[in-house]
């Protein structure tokens, strides 16, 4: 090999694994909350809980099925990767979420049942000044004004119907009455609840025109909404928008939610705001394009948990290919939540949240501390053994074994951001294996320098070739330990997740630094007379043997 090619490729591979490190803490100051710390887990600096209570619509007590099943998607919400550190667990009839941090809202989001339905808008009034008689009786047709025809669709068109000062109507609505009547003290709080949603359903859900009527006219956007989630899909439904702007006639359900195959988030460039991207199953997607085909420039609402989300005008239609996205006042993180909940389905169970609790860490920072000091001992051992046992050359460990944990921690700040990925003890645990696995690469690729000068080669000819022949070692060893935490990954649950994954994490990461690092630094060093000196390297006593050897097979020759 040509001198100028062997010095330039060292020089590359390291100038390779500076741009990368540049690139991972560019990311992490200069993108998302700019915060150089990684999320540490419940154990390590505490949580939030809250506590789900199942609601059924008749009263009756929740099957352990409908909780497990809910158990499963709240899981898969908050840890689809298993690597976000928060807990659900059934407990009795209710349902315990903890996550860490002290995010209440967080955990009270995870219970949102997430039915979706698409109906259609049969007709629409303002939320406020509902004073005024609604000037369209709802029928089997859609009313005029469900069919504006202005083309805004990030948001619902106000009504058509256009409305001079109109004059004071007297009226009563059951609304100026008693909104709230006396708690019946003989009820539980179930009983109560189970009574709310059947009232609801009489006034909300009924197909009488002038019941709907009422419904629309008294309608309060401002208080929690008994129905939620709970809506019949097969009768019309009378609900609010989510911002509470409007008060919306819905015809029955046409797609269920059920038929999502598939959910995502984005950036509309074009019209500059935040969309949730929905792919159907295919019956989804022939009711789509049906439904589509019958309301063109009409409107069309996407119900969730008996809020409209969003209620735009049909442009075209049919709309063929299963595709079709929500538009409404989304930020990126609520776009992303929306997304992520209907991705994994919605919840066999309505649940009413208590109020979030503080949960102390469980092992707290003394433990943090204490694991991060005996990375610190087992770090400070290996560079002592390392420069005991090969000399200079230990120097060439500990700058590896530096450049590593740069790339670990910003990877673990980035994770944090990206995935939800959170540092718990069993975390860290995983990251100091990592590093005597790391430790053991050196020691293989040192090993076969020694193994090329026993034969008689200087070290600036046995270092290329000791490298030829410890990659593929290094690699085979690698490749063991990273189906392992694989495994482990697939097969374990709760903390033993985070330790799979870490392990997994570094395993890849030592492949990385020993071949952009660590042999670039050696292929350097055996190039230069100092590194070359037996009393530097260490290899002295090697290249005695190799001298003996020749010199006994030069004595056999004679002989």
Same mark, same amino acid.
């Given at each position: 090999?040509?001198? @100028? ?47 789900? @209570? ?110 001079? %000062? ?43 025109? @002038? ?25 019309? +439904? ?18 269920? $939610? ?25 019956? #989804? ?52 939540? +929306? ?22 860490? /469980?092992?707290?920072?003394? @433990? ?5 000091? %005996? ?18 050359? $230990? ?29 718990? +003890? ?9 590093? #005597? ?35 593929? /070692? ?32 570094? /395993? ?12 670039? +630094? ?5 190039? /230069? ?31």
């Amino acid at each position: 090999m040509p001198p @100028s090619q062997g010095s330039a490729h060292p020089l590359r591979l390291l100038g390779v694994y500076a741009a990368l490190l540049a690139v991972v803490y560019a990311l992490v100051f200069f993108t998302g909350d700019e915060s150089p710390t990684p999320k540490l887990g419940i154990d390590l600096q505490g949580g939030t809980r809250v506590t789900l @209570s199942a609601r059924t619509p008749d009263g009756s007590k929740p099957s352990q099925d409908s909780l497990k099943k809910a158990q499963d998607i709240i899981e898969n919400r908050v840890n689809g990767l298993g690597v976000g550190g928060s807990e659900v667990v059934i407990d009795g009839d209710n349902i315990v979420i903890t996550v860490p941090g002290d995010d209440g809202q967080q955990a009270r989001a995870l219970a949102t049942t997430a039915k979706l339905y698409i109906r259609p808008v049969l007709q629409a009034v303002p939320a406020a000044g509902r004073g005024a008689t609604p000037q369209t009786t709802p029928g089997t047709q859609p009313a005029p004004a469900a069919q504006p025809t202005t083309p805004e669709t990030t948001q619902p068109a106000a009504p058509e119907t256009t409305e001079p %000062a109109p004059a004071p109507q007297q009226r009563v609505f059951p609304a100026q009455q008693p909104t709230q009547p006396p708690a019946d003290p003989s009820l539980t709080p179930t009983e109560e609840a189970t009574k709310e949603i059947q009232a609801a359903r009489a006034l909300r859900q009924s197909s009488d025109p @002038s019941v709907q009527q009422t419904a629309l006219a008294t309608m309060d956007c401002g208080k929690a909404d008994p129905l939620a989630g709970n809506d019949d899909p097969a009768l019309p +439904l009378v609900t609010c928008s989510t911002d509470g702007t409007e008060v919306l006639l819905l015809d029955k359900s046409r797609i269920d $939610g059920q038929e999502i195959k598939d959910a995502t988030s984005g950036l509309n460039q074009q019209q500059a705001r935040h969309e949730v991207y929905l792919d159907f199953r295919s019956g #989804g997607s022939d009711a789509w394009a049906a439904l589509t085909g019958e309301y063109v420039y009409k409107r069309v609402a996407f119900v969730l948990d008996s809020k409209v989300v969003s209620a735009p005008v049909v442009q075209q239609g049919p709309q063929q290919g299963g595709r079709t996205q929500i538009s409404g006042n989304f930020t990126a993180a609520s776009a992303k939540e +929306l997304a992520n909940t209907l991705k994994y389905g919605s919840l066999p169970l309505s649940f009413q949240t208590s109020e979030a609790e503080t949960v102390s860490a /469980t092992l707290g920072l003394s @433990s943090l501390k204490a694991g991060l000091l %005996a990375g610190a001992i087992g770090l400070v051992v290996v560079l002592l053994y390392c420069l005991t046992y090969y000399r200079m050359l $230990g120097f060439v460990t500990g700058l590896s074994l530096v450049a590593s944990g740069f790339a670990v921690y910003g990877i673990m700040v980035l994770l944090g951001r990206w995935i939800g990925f959170t540092l718990d +003890l069993a975390g860290i645990a995983g990251l100091i294996i990592g590093i #005597g696995m790391t430790a053991d690469s050196f020691v293989v690729f040192f090993e076969r320098i020694k193994d090329e000068m026993r034969e008689g080669r200087s070290f600036r000819s046995a270092a290329p070739r000791g490298w030829q022949r410890a990659r593929r /070692t290094i690699l085979s060893g690698n490749a063991v330990s990273f189906i392992a935490a694989a495994v482990l990954y697939i097969l374990a649950v709760g903390q033993v997740k985070g330790f799979a994954f870490t392990l997994g994490l570094t /395993t890849i990461l030592d492949v990385v630094v020993v071949f952009l690092v660590t042999s670039p +630094l050696v292929l350097l060093a055996s190039r /230069t007379a100092f590194w070359s000196k037996p009393s530097v390297n260490g290899l002295g006593a090697i290249q005695q043997i190799a001298r003996e050897r020749k010199a006994a097979e030069a004595a056999l020759g004679k002989a």
